[in-house]
């Protein structure tokens, strides 16, 4: 894991301090609220329905034990014993007040953290694949390269101004985990025909109210140019982006009403005149950076573990857990261990100041001392021996965190909605809860297989509906909430967008229609298929309408 | 409205500029400023490109903020410097804050259209981090530069021990 020197230290002690500052002239009235606005939102405060709300940056989603437990302290001591994972690697706390925030701000820099640029138009935090430095399937990991945007994008004085909000994600694996085509840039780390390393640069994805799956706009871009490649999109993107209006000010509708031809031509002039210009890293300084992110020092083990096959023919829950909840390492006699943060019929993403003490305390003695947070809102311990599994699933389970459901179909991503969110139209964690109590006490989830039900409680789409095999939006009609289905979309490496499915259905409606594509994707799949192979070959009206079928009796 | 000016890294109230002002409509008409000082207002949409060979014209260029979020002037500053060589003034004018200062300072500019009773403030918001990551037209060391002269005295140090 990457550990700050003195420099970064002093940057966010310097932020810390500045910080404080301004919350000290807004609480004595020297800023009003306007005035104030600016400054908090690029510290991620948040002023919500009820209360401040504070998110805190996970950069790429790595965390260490010790982040974890400061972590669970800040939920217990400013907030309800509570925090929630985002969907973009973040954790959001919702109850803080205001004058703690500059305390909170303090415990994080501790602990190496921060909350910097987790709100406003700048760059915000970089995501990435969970399974980073864990899973064979990548080219190398991408965290480095994470690590390196993170510093370049700090405080950027040409770019903490952009028309909008800016969200780069960063994969290297072909499978991705990272919905990196779903992103204002999303890198792909690969190997050309010469078998060198560099990134596919893509420009203009974004769900929100006009979604799109991004452009290709350079295919292979040498690793040591990502900086300026960088600088010249934003720059870019900075002088042309609509500023007029708020909804066409995201870089997609800047990439998509120029056409990606043009758009590719302008970085490419603007990058030919900064390529040598200095804003690339010098090649001692990526590796001071890669060496942080070294392997941990794995055993030589045996690929198969005895005491877990074993453990897995004596528990059938434990048997359950490890088909469903883990993935594979590239270390032989080790596994990934996905924890769930979807119990059945409770919010998605919220956990306990407890339960991170307890992933903490697993992750220290079992997981070489390393955390991930995930974009589906759960987490991940990406290095476990296949011997300790049994182990770790009871501790888990002790710790009401062995829910076996990932990517399943309770295993549902949803924003924090009408509950908490003054932009929300609706509420979305009740029908999360709904849809999950329903399939829970169905049972069958295995058998259902991968389907990805992603729910959003309003247009900004902060619960990735467009992405979602099943998507559910939201939407206020003369003061009640409907929901509107959108089918068929996928945040993967087959990204596509979800195809709304017709007029919105009450909250009392839309459970039962979930229920009702399930059963007949059951019905009349073939052979190996997910959900969203079925309904790719069989076509949206087939599924739609099944959708409103009970209207229709 | 008088100016603050930035000067090795402190501000000093000027009196009222006194350049004489031309638009880029008058620029794009054909006017040349030749004798005496002239400051050039340009919109935050245009090219700085267009007036590139203009520059040495011009004691000051002007760049505005209409309101604080619209940061292109941000990227007009940096090129003015870093790709036209541009050494006289860059003015910023418009809605300025406080905690937009160092970010502007840090892009080239070095006059602000404020008044005097920001000067403190400024001054202060000028002086609140003591590193930066990414180089620019202000010249400071980026972060990974120190980390290098770090590392390179480190090594110097070590090689003199051995030597005594």
């Not at chain 1, 945007?149 to 903490?160: D, G, Y």
């Not at chain 1, 002039?269 to 390529?275: F, L, N, Q, R």
């Not at chain 1, 956990?351 to 003695?365: F, K, P, Y």
Request: include cysteine.
């Amino acid at each position: 894991m990457y550990r700050y020197d003195e420099f970064d230290e002093a940057i966010v002690r310097d932020r810390v301090r500045q910080f404080r500052g301004q919350v000290e002239r807004r609480l004595e009235g020297a800023l009003t609220e306007d005035e104030f606005k600016p400054l908090r939102l690029m510290n991620g405060l948040y002023l919500q329905l009820h209360a401040y709300m504070l998110r805190v940056a996970i950069p790429y989603g790595t965390l260490s034990s010790k982040q974890l437990r400061q972590l669970a302290h800040i939920a217990r001591k400013y907030d309800k014993g509570y925090g929630h994972f985002t969907t973009r690697q973040n954790i959001q706390y919702n109850w803080p007040a205001l004058v703690d925030v500059p305390d909170i701000l303090d415990d994080l820099a501790n602990v190496e953290m921060h909350a910097i640029q987790t709100s406003g138009n700048c760059i915000r935090n970089v995501t990435s694949d969970q399974y980073a430095g864990a899973t064979a399937e990548e080219i190398e990991d991408p965290r480095p390269w994470c690590e390196i945007i993170r510093q370049w994008s700090t405080f950027h004085p040409e770019f903490s101004y952009l028309p909008r909000k800016f969200k780069i994600a960063v994969t290297a694996s072909p499978h991705d985990r990272a919905a990196v085509k779903v992103h204002d840039i999303g890198l792909i780390l690969k190997k050309n025909a010469d078998g060198e390393t560099g990134f596919e640069v893509i420009v203009g994805g974004g769900l929100g109210r006009t979604p799109y799956v991004g452009p290709t706009v350079r295919d292979f871009l040498p690793k040591e140019h990502l900086l300026s490649y960088l600088e010249a999109v934003m720059r870019v993107y900075n002088l042309q982006g609509r500023r007029d209006n708020i909804y066409k000010a995201r870089i997609k509708i800047l990439v998509s009403s120029e056409g990606v031809e043009s758009f590719r031509a302008q970085v490419e002039d603007e990058w030919a005149k900064i390529k040598g210009s200095g804003v690339d890293l010098p090649d001692e300084e990526i590796e001071r950076i890669r060496r942080y992110f070294a392997p941990p020092a794995f055993e030589t083990l045996p690929e198969n573990s005895a005491s877990f096959e074993a453990a897995r023919k004596a528990d059938p829950a434990f048997d359950r857990w490890a088909r469903v909840n883990l993935a594979a390492h590239k270390a032989p006699g080790y596994a990934i261990v996905n924890i769930s943060l979807k119990p059945y019929g409770k919010p998605p993403g919220d956990i306990t100041d407890a339960a991170m003490e307890a992933v903490a305390d697993i992750a220290e003695r079992y997981s070489f001392d390393e955390i991930r947070a995930t974009h589906e809102q759960n987490l991940t311990l990406p290095h476990v021996r296949k011997d300790d599994l049994y182990t770790v699933y009871k501790a888990l389970d002790e710790a009401g965190l062995a829910t076996a459901n990932i990517g399943l179909v309770t295993d549902i991503i949803a924003c924090p909605g009408l509950d908490y969110c003054d932009l929300a139209n609706a509420r979305s964690i009740p029908i999360a809860e709904r849809i999950s109590e329903r399939f829970a006490a169905k049972g069958g989830e295995e058998d259902i297989g991968e389907l990805k039900i992603k729910i959003s409680g309003c247009i900004n789409a902060c619960g990735h509906h467009h992405a979602g095999h099943i998507g559910i939006l939201g939407v206020d009609k003369k003061g009640e909430e409907f929901y509107q289905i959108t089918l068929g979309g996928s945040g993967a490496e087959d990204a596509s967008l979800g195809e709304i499915a017709g007029r919105g259905l009450s909250s009392e409606q839309v459970v039962d229609a979930v229920e009702r594509l399930v059963d007949f994707y059951k019905d009349n799949r073939k052979g190996g298929e997910r959900f969203l192979d079925a309904y790719r070959r069989m076509g949206h009206d087939a599924f739609k309408g099944v959708l409103y079928a009970d209207a229709q009796a | 409205m008088p100016t603050l000016k930035l000067k090795n890294g402190s501000f000093a109230l000027a009196d009222a500029p006194v350049e004489t002002e031309i638009t880029l409509d008058a620029w794009r008409d054909g006017v040349r400023p030749e004798a005496g000082r002239f400051a050039l207002v340009l919109p935050n949409d245009v090219k700085v490109e267009e007036v590139a060979g203009g520059l040495n014209r011009f004691a000051a260029i002007i760049l505005q903020f209409p309101v604080f979020k619209d940061g292109r002037a941000y990227s007009q500053a940096r090129l003015l410097r870093e790709r036209y060589g541009y050494k006289g003034e860059i003015r910023a004018r418009g809605n300025l804050l406080r905690d937009q200062v160092l970010f502007m300072a840090r892009v080239g500019f070095d006059g602000f259209d404020v008044g005097g009773e920001k000067v403190e403030a400024f001054a202060e918001a000028l002086s609140e981090f003591s590193f930066f990551y990414q180089p620019a037209p202000d010249g400071a060391l980026p972060v990974w530069s120190r980390r290098a002269a770090r590392r390179d005295a480190l090594l110097n140090s070590r090689l003199q021990g051995r030597a005594a």
